[in-house]
């Protein structure tokens, strides 16, 4: 006997609303219900023809949901990053010294999983440290009930500037910016960060500062001036070493991170209390190669895991992991996370629309990558090259001819003299 979740558990499941990270409560949430979503069972063909038709329409909306709710998987590259984020952030909250935590930047291409593997690992991080203290803020002042956020995610705004970064930051608390001077605001930033016991900020997307504008600029001198409020600073980028960010940095083999001077100003706002120099790890999160036995194992793996997810009724072992079918892969996506989960995902759907169930090199022919995000900047490369798109098998339609242009009315233009009549 087949049986499937009651409706109104599947309706709670199918109609959850998509998360965001960007306020406390919204983080909060996320961190609460990350790991909450259950997969689909795994059914056979026969199966699927013995449910009612009811059954049948509420299973294949519960195996798209599966398709595009992938696991996040752990891959060689996301454990580099998470293995440096989870101690670095680990050990400057315990730190009871003075010093400037150092920061860590994680740096790589768009849709190569920065973002996610940096915050499942401070969701950790902020899990065992809110237990650790009986999900009370230790330094809260006596008489309050100041939120506790150990973990700040800010995504940084598309024309940063020290103001709306700053606002930015207080959107996260909930505070109201109205009316408030830039002065006031950073004043308001270093008391919410101190208040609601932040250990670790995050600001995401930070390669969307330019360094030729002089706000960005101020924007950057601000942000490593957050570095004295006992927070660790966490910045994610796309190709942060050409980015600029850090043009003014040196690299220190010794201590083995970058190492940043201190703000252009004395002091930015009040917060620049010393001169003292900034010093920050920069990780990559790179792609997954195709070149090395240990790369191609790495590879197998990972699509092992994407197959293991998939609910299609005519799945056959080995299908992304046989034959040639890796190398598709590899082709189609360059090895990057997210283009590879977006044609898995486009392709499982296809797949059950024209009722083939399963997947091949001929149906994944068939789906175009698209990324058309408006959430994110193609200017500061959060949108890759999509390589090895096939071409469309019928050509687009001819561009309609150009409407001839109108001609300009002539009849109060000066001809000058009129021309002597023949015989006058």
């Given at each position: ?375 994110r900047d193609p200017a500061a490369g959060e949108i890759p090259a999509i390589p090895g798109s096939p071409v469309p098998d019928t050509a687009p339609a001819s561009a309609a001819p150009a409407r001839p242009r109108k001609g300009r009315n002539t009849v109060f233009d000066d001809h000058g003299p009129e021309l002597a009549q023949p015989g006058a």
């Open positions: 006997m087949i049986e499937l979740p009651p409706p109104n558990v599947l309706a709670a499941a199918l109609t959850r609303k998509s998360p965001r990270r960007d306020t406390h409560a919204e983080w909060r949430n996320w961190c609460e219900t990350r790991l909450q979503f259950v997969p689909a069972a795994q059914l056979m063909f026969h199966q699927w023809k013995s449910l009612s038709l009811r059954e049948r329409s509420l299973y294949d909306l519960y195996r798209t949901a599966t398709h595009v709710n992938l696991t996040l998987q752990e891959t060689p590259m996301s454990m580099k990053v998470s293995r440096l984020v989870n101690r670095r952030v680990r050990n400057n909250a315990l730190k009871q010294k003075p010093s400037t935590r150092a920061g860590v930047m994680v740096s790589g291409w768009g849709y190569q999983g920065k973002t996610e593997t940096v915050c499942e690992v401070l969701a950790t991080f902020e899990q065992d440290w809110r237990a650790l203290h009986d999900h009370l803020n230790p330094h809260a002042v006596e008489g309050t009930r100041d939120l506790h956020a150990p973990v700040a995610y800010v995504q940084t705004p598309v024309t940063a500037k020290p103001k709306s970064t700053c606002q930015a930051i207080l959107d996260f608390f909930g505070a109201d910016t109205k009316k408030m001077t830039l002065p006031e605001l950073m004043r308001q930033v270093t008391a919410s960060l101190h208040d609601h016991g932040v250990k670790a900020l995050v600001l995401d997307d930070i390669t969307r500062l330019r360094m030729h504008r002089a706000d960005d600029q101020d924007s950057l001198d601000l942000i490593r001036a957050f570095m004295s409020m006992n927070v660790t600073l966490i910045l994610i980028g796309v190709d942060i070493p050409h980015s600029g960010l850090l043009r003014e940095g040196k690299w220190d083999g010794e201590a083995r991170q970058w190492v940043l001077p201190p703000s252009r100003h004395a002091r930015v706002h009040g917060l620049e209390a010393t001169q003292t120099e900034r010093r920050f790890d920069l990780v990559e999160l790179d792609r997954f190669r195709y070149t090395t036995p240990g790369q191609i194992t790495a590879f197998h793996d990972h699509l092992t895991g994407l197959e293991d997810n998939l609910r299609l009724l005519k799945a056959r072992p080995g299908m992304l992991t046989s034959g040639t079918m890796p190398e598709y892969l590899m082709r189609r996506t360059d090895g990057v996370v997210g283009l590879l989960e977006r044609l898995i995902e486009d392709g499982a759907q296809e797949a059950m629309d024209s009722g083939r169930e399963l997947l091949d090199e001929d149906l994944l022919d068939e789906i175009i990558i698209s990324l058309d995000d408006p959430g």
